[in-house]
């Protein structure tokens, strides 16, 4: 029996939410209910540059009670943007994540960004990630 190698692109989300850096919070909390997505990646002249999680707007604005309408994307966002290509094995995405401790990787290609990929969609495709990413 021959395992199955699987790829960044085999398990990503094609579809990415994107703002510009300018964007008001209160514009990217919006974004992240309508479509159900936990982040946001952030752009500067379409390119990819930070990620803004709910997580983030959690701590950095409503915990701090700050007025979210009046923060803009690139004062919260988490820069620079740790990213993966597509092509890369899903294992190499799982020690990304495991060892920068993040939950999300955009995938760029070509300057691109063509997906996302979660701890989710890596748990969902290879359960044995789980130890690295949340070690017992």
């Known amino acids: ?8 692109g085999d398990v990503m989300t094609p579809i990415v939410i994107t703002e510009d850096e300018d ?4 514009e990217l909390s919006k974004d992240m209910e309508v479509s159900g997505a936990g982040s946001v990646v952030i752009t500067k002249g ?16 409503i915990m701090k009670d700050r007025k ?29 994540l495991a ?13 691109e960004l063509v997906g996302i990929i979660s701890v989710r969609n890596v748990l969902t495709r290879n359960p044995a990630c789980v130890e690295r990413i949340y070690p017992g």
């Open 68 to 96: 979210a309408s009046k923060i803009k994307a690139k004062e919260v966002m988490s820069s620079p943007l740790i990213t993966i290509d597509p092509y890369a094995p899903l294992e190499k995405a799982c020690e990304l």
């Open 46 to 61: 379409g390119k990819p540059v930070g990620i803004v999680t709910d997580r983030d707007i959690a701590i950095k604005v």
């Open 1 to 8: 029996m021959t395992m199955e190698i699987l790829e960044v």
């Open 23 to 26: 964007t008001p919070v209160t």
């Open 99 to 111: 060892e920068k401790g993040i939950r999300r990787l955009p995938v760029i290609e070509d300057d």
